[in-house]
């Protein structure tokens, strides 16, 4: 992520950033309330709402973002809310500092705002950090694929193949603007894919 991005997301979370709302989505709400706990990753996690939405129902959550000033927020408000999660400042298409085999990966706005190389770096890691039967769960925007820009394209939904089945997909618009999705994925069996790839 170039250095021009970090400056400007630092400087957003000396206030509150627009998507920082402090509320869990409803889709978020319904998953948990239909599966039972296990671990979650929170990728683009900023001040950690879904992370302790997530552990005081029951999951092991851990909640990434690479700026630190809101991963610093996440820890208080983890604390006042007296609930356990682990915090760690890191950029999600690396993920060094990220181990272990999660149930749910959870991204609410962060794929979206990645380059093309970043994204597919991103999926990559999902490899190592999920199993057979884990989901992802993600928000995002779209774009149209021959446009530039912030947002997600039918080839970047696609790319998730590789490792996930699409079961579900949701398109609706941001706040009554802009085109966005949520999408449901669930890895597959490692012999689904050879089956698949012959």
């Known amino acids: 992520m170039s250095w021009l991005k970090q400056l400007y997301f630092n400087l957003l979370y000396l206030r509150k950033p627009p998507w920082d709302t402090q509320v869990s989505p409803p889709e978020l709400l319904e998953y948990i309330n239909n599966n039972p706990p296990g671990c979650a990753l929170d990728l683009g996690c900023g001040t950690g709402t879904n992370v302790i939405t997530l552990a005081q129902n029951g999951w092991q959550a851990v909640g990434v973002d690479y700026v630190k000033r809101a991963i610093h927020d996440a820890h208080q408000k983890a604390t006042q809310a007296g609930v356990q999660a682990v915090f760690i400042a890191d950029d999600v298409t690396k993920l060094e500092k990220v181990a272990g085999v999660f149930n749910l990966v959870l991204d609410i706005g962060c794929f979206h705002s990645l380059a093309d190389e970043e994204k597919q770096r991103y999926i990559n890691n999902l490899e190592r950090l999920t199993k057979p039967g884990s989901t992802v ?7 149209e694929t021959d ?16 490792l996930f089945s ?24 490692g012999d689904f894919l050879e089956i698949a790839i012959k």
């Open 147 to 162: 446009s530039s820009g912030t947002g997600m394209d039918e080839r970047d939904i696609l790319a998730f193949e590789k």
């Open 166 to 189: 699409l079961s579900k997909r949701v398109d609706g618009t941001d706040r009554g603007q802009r085109p966005s999705t949520w999408l449901t994925f669930v890895r597959v069996p």
């Open 137 to 143: 769960l993600l928000y995002g925007f779209l774009r």
